[in-house]
Nanobody, 124 residues
Framework: QVHLVESGGGLVQAGDSLRLSCAAS????????IGWFRQPLGKEREFVAG????????QYADFVKGRFTIFGDIYNNLVNLQMNNLKPEDTAAYYC?????????????????WGQGTQVTVSS
């Protein structure tokens, strides 16, 4: 069992930066794939970025490439999402999720564990 908790969301202006963190308890991240997803109000949940500790694989959704960076802190059991140059369309609830395997999946249904989410609101 893995328990995930997100933090770091908030209200910012367009062009600002935020760092989201996903903390795990119960198990360490090193055997899992950690994905960040977001869900705008009234829309479906979508993949943002994923990291696999084993082999250090990383994957991004096209709409965040060059602006968001996912990176891990193995000593503190955290997976962070650094978000730069935020846009109003980045406004959403952001979730981290965990699964196992070799390929980083971009489908929410492939993840077994989820955090409660953290809200990011970007004003124009």
């Amino acid at each position: 069992q893995v328990h995930l908790v997100e933090s770091g969301g908030g209200l910012v202006q367009a062009g600002d930066s935020l760092r989201l963190s996903c903390a795990a308890s119960g198990r360490t991240f090193e055997n899992y794939i950690i994905g960040w997803f977001r869900q705008p109000l009234g829309k479906e949940r979508e993949f943002v970025a994923g990291l696999r500790w084993s082999g250090a694989a990383i994957q991004y959704a096209d709409f965040v490439k060059g602006r968001f960076t996912i990176f891990g802190d193995i000593y503190n059991n955290l997976v962070n999402l650094q978000m730069n140059n935020l846009k109003p369309e980045d406004t959403a609830a952001y979730y981290c999720a965990a699964t196992d395997g070799l390929i980083i999946p971009d489908s929410p249904g492939r993840y077994h564990y989820w955090g409660q989410g953290t809200q990011v609101t970007v004003s124009s």
